[in-house]
């Protein structure tokens, strides 16, 4: 049987063996390696946002801190807290650069204030510096986690997205199991120069990866977006003209809408947006951040006999573990399972820690025979954290939005999440010294309890799906049909 042929669609004019085209699988692993490359950035981040847990307690002591004076108990809950007020404005920051420069090199210029923190915290002699810094990190971070889950999203394809998006979770353990490993073992300055290490590796290698090519297609230059899907893909230009065309359906049909702040509020990308913001306000309030900021605060709270820096280190190789496991499931599994399953481990942790330091403050004699149960409990939180609430918000969220909303939308809800965390990182230790430990953890595990609930009945599940379905499933569909 003779071979048919056709013109490249590309447009070269040379023939094209369509049972080759048909035939031609690529290399798939590729977006992987390029969204581990990028997500080396997010590592970094969660070496910066994991960075108070062992330099609080190098503040403290005059022979290794270098400020003139001891910091107060006021300046070290604040040290933690202020970097979610520079994440506040990143995302809008990210937005802006994504959209005007690329998602590649969006994330290469949210390196810079990374750079600036570290210089002020390497000359830091007063709690000044510290702060300025902290908050130079976040805004850092709030451009990172607006522009890095967009760009994986747009280089995965449908039955990888959730995979790709859930890197940003299991890279960001890295990092703090990073700083909480080699953290209390070493000078404050080598802290800095290993976090400055970590930026640069970035930046060199992510230097040679793609662009997304959505990107380019929005910028109506479909050459360029072929060259990078065929880079990513690991095909010839031929090979991903399929996706490629469908890619250019999307986005010129996102195109023919001049997306504003207003159109997020109305029909199905305010469904999106409602979803997305109470995922991450669940994210935030089962307790995440107050766990990690203050970790080495806990378990000094709780007597346990295990060294607090050693047990810290324990728990971030558990987190990296659990972190990992989700990508290899979650697009088997689905969105939704793992994180009623990651609901319904959060609230339990949380409130057997709870449980515990009520005991405690009682001075309840069966305390000493249960000094396991914080490390215990914070596994079991950390765990399921891992699986469902830490990764997915931001891989749902890069799903939900259409690409004419995502520019506007994410963003907002980006910066919601970080309001959300300077609420619990400022106000945990707080209401731990006020009213008891055991009050913010039973807070955390209601709030997870409502994320249960939550997710039961409202979040949809887009395992499988294309943007164009999911935009469907949400009923963006149906009002075009209205409007028609």
Do not use: H
């Not at 954290?385 to 890069?398: H, I, K, T």
């Amino acid at each position: 049987m003779a071979d048919s042929y056709a013109y490249d669609p590309v447009g070269s004019g040379a023939p094209v063996n369509q049972q080759a085209y048909r035939m031609e699988e690529g290399q798939l692993w590729r977006q992987y390696v390029i969204a581990g490359v990028a997500n080396i950035l997010i590592a970094s981040l969660g070496y910066n946002m994991g960075w108070t847990a062992p330099i609080n307690s190098k503040l403290n002591r005059t022979d290794e801190s270098p400020l003139e004076t001891i910091p107060t108990p006021d300046d070290l809950a604040w040290m933690g807290s202020i970097l979610t007020i520079g994440a506040i404005f990143g995302p809008f920051v990210g937005g802006f650069a994504a959209s005007k420069i690329g998602r590649k090199w969006g994330l290469i210029s949210a390196t810079i204030p990374l750079f600036i923190g570290w210089i002020l915290v390497a000359v830091a002699k007063t709690m000044a510096y510290l702060f300025a810094g902290r908050i130079f990190w976040g805004v850092s971070v709030g451009m990172v986690f607006t522009i890095s889950p967009m760009y994986c999203a747009e280089i995965a394809t449908d039955d990888s997205r959730g995979a790709l998006g859930s890197f940003l979770q299991a890279f960001i353990t890295l990092g703090f199991l990073l700083v909480y490993g080699i953290g209390p073992y070493i000078s404050y300055m080598a802290v800095a120069y290993v976090g400055v290490a970590v930026v640069a590796l970035f930046c060199v290698l992510f230097f040679f990866m793609p662009e997304s090519p959505t990107y380019y297609l929005l910028k109506n230059d479909r050459d360029a977006a072929a060259e990078c899907l065929a880079t990513i893909r690991g095909r010839s230009l031929a090979g991903v003209e399929a996706e490629l065309s469908k890619m250019e359906v999307e986005v010129k049909a996102s195109l023919e809408k001049t997306a504003t702040i207003a159109d997020v509020f109305r029909g199905s990308n305010f469904k999106a947006f409602y979803i997305s913001c109470a995922l991450v306000f669940f994210q935030q309030f089962c307790g995440i951040n107050a766990v990690l900021f203050y970790m080495t605060d806990i378990f000094d709270a709780s007597g346990t006999s295990l060294e607090s820096s050693v047990a810290t280190i324990i728990i971030g190789a558990v987190q990296v573990v659990a972190s990992f496991i989700t990508p290899l499931v979650v697009d088997r599994l689905g969105r939704r399972i793992l994180l009623l399953i990651s609901s319904c481990g959060t609230a339990i942790g949380a409130g057997l820690l709870g449980m515990f330091f009520l005991l405690q403050e009682n001075d309840s004699p069966v305390v000493d025979t249960i000094s396991f149960l914080p490390i215990l409990s914070l596994v079991v939180f950390i765990v399921t954290y891992c699986w469902g609430l830490g990764p997915l918000p931001w891989a749902v969220m890069s799903e939900l939005f259409p690409i004419e909303v995502k520019a506007a939308a994410s963003p907002i809800a980006t910066a919601f999440c970080w309001v959300m965390s300077f609420l619990v990182t400022r106000y945990f230790p707080t209401i731990s010294a006020s009213l008891g430990m055991f009050v913010g953890f039973w807070i955390f595990g209601v709030c997870s309890v409502f994320a249960f609930f939550f997710t039961l009945f409202v979040v949809p599940e887009t395992k499988g799906k294309s943007f164009q379905e999911i935009q469907e499933m949400l009923g963006a569909g149906k009002q075009r049909q209205e409007k028609a």
